[in-house]
């Protein structure tokens, strides 16, 4: 049974770092691409970042450059997404992804709510 588990959501100050996790199990995990996405309330779910099978590249969307960094542990089957510096904006949903051609699986999602 695939499954993807998000963790390491929570409220936090603008301005402030939360690290989410993503454990994975039930697939290959170092044979999947592995991306992180989030929804906010009332939009469309955006493609965060992006990090290879081997964690050798990494992309990023450009409203998370320089703050967000994307790791992935593959003997641990876990995916990361340190964020930092967050803004009011951050605040969504963020869900974890693994993807491989046209196999494609997604975590339930972790809140993620930047507010003094």
């Known amino acids: 049974q695939v499954q993807l588990v998000e963790s390491g959501g929570g409220l936090v100050q603008p301005g402030g770092s939360l690290r989410l996790s993503c454990a994975a199990s039930?697939?290959?995990?170092?044979?999947?691409?592995m991306r992180w996405y989030r929804q906010a309330p009332g939009k469309e779910r955006d493609l965060v970042a992006i990090i290879s099978t081997a964690g050798t590249v990494r992309n990023y969307a450009d409203s998370v450059k320089g703050r967000f960094t994307i790791s992935r542990d593959n003997a641990k089957n876990t995916v990361f997404l340190q964020m930092n510096n967050l803004k009011p904006e951050d605040t969504a949903i963020y869900y974890c992804?693994?993807?491989?051609?046209?196999?494609?699986?997604w975590g339930q999602g972790t809140q993620v709510t930047v507010s003094s």
């Open positions: 039930g697939f290959t995990f170092s044979a999947y691409a």
């Open positions: 992804n693994a993807v491989r051609g046209v196999l494609e699986y």
